[in-house]
């Protein structure tokens, strides 16, 4: 099955800085890479997500890069601010829509 | 963007009760729900995959006889925690996809079993 791992586990930066976390996957089969933002205690949500046949993906200060070949994908967040605190997951899905979601990342942005 | 609601939102149990979780996409119809369990400061794991008017699919490790799905309608899928102890305690989060992969989560239920 799917094997999804993600870096850093924790990632503290100032705001106005940019912040990026990296996910790699195993399964080649893997056609859909989405982007979670957790907060305590509440649901997932969806912030981004990006298909294998599209390279690179934005949405005003998110984006997210999938590199096919190395099996590997990013999220970059730029002028962070501290709303944007929080854990952040990312996930790939196989067959079945089936999700495996990464170790998570939990970022702290300090003012 | 579609909803998906989860009652209750939270429950404390005995040791060795049963507890019913309940999944319900409100806007939208999916044959096709997952079940997550969340530790704290973990990720999710997927348990198991909920089939509308069929059996449940249970990813390896999970007990099919001890968390029992059904998923009676094409908006409702139920999670049973049977016989519950102090080790089930834990976020239990369903999602359903809607479109052609994007899945919508629920808000969670937070189990704690004495």
């Known amino acids: 099955g799917e094997n999804v791992e993600q870096h850093p586990s924790t990632l503290s930066v100032q705001e106005g800085d940019s912040a990026v976390i990296k996910c790699t996957y195993s399964?080649?089969?893997?056609?859909?890479f989405p982007w979670y933002k957790q907060e305590l205690g509440k649901r997932p949500q969806l912030i981004i997500d990006?298909?294998?046949?599209?390279g690179e993906k934005k949405d005003q200060r998110i984006a997210v890069t999938l590199n096919k070949t190395a099996k590997h994908f990013s999220l970059h967040i730029t002028e962070t601010q501290p709303e944007d605190s929080a854990v952040y997951f990312c996930a790939g899905t196989g067959t079945a829509s089936k999700l495996t979601f990464g170790t998570g990342t939990r970022l702290q942005v300090t003012l | 963007g579609a909803v998906v609601s989860q009652h209750p939102s939270r429950v404390i149990c005995k040791s060795g009760t049963s507890v019913k979780i309940e999944c319900r996409s409100l806007d939208f119809q999916a044959t096709t729900m997952f079940w997550y369990r969340q530790f704290p400061k973990q990720s999710l794991m997927l348990m198991a995959t909920?089939?509308?008017?069929?059996?449940?699919?249970?990813e390896q490790g999970v007990e099919k006889d001890k968390f029992l799905i059904n998923h009676a309608s094409l908006t409702l899928s139920t999670l049973t925690v049977t016989s519950a102890h102090p080790e089930d305690s834990s976020f239990y989060i369903c999602s359903a996809p809607r479109g052609q992969d994007t899945q919508y989560f629920g808000p969670g239920t937070r189990l704690t079993v004495l």
């Open positions: 990006i298909r294998s046949n599209v």
């Open positions: 909920s089939n509308e008017g069929s059996k449940a699919t249970y």
């Open positions: 399964d080649s089969a893997s056609n859909y």
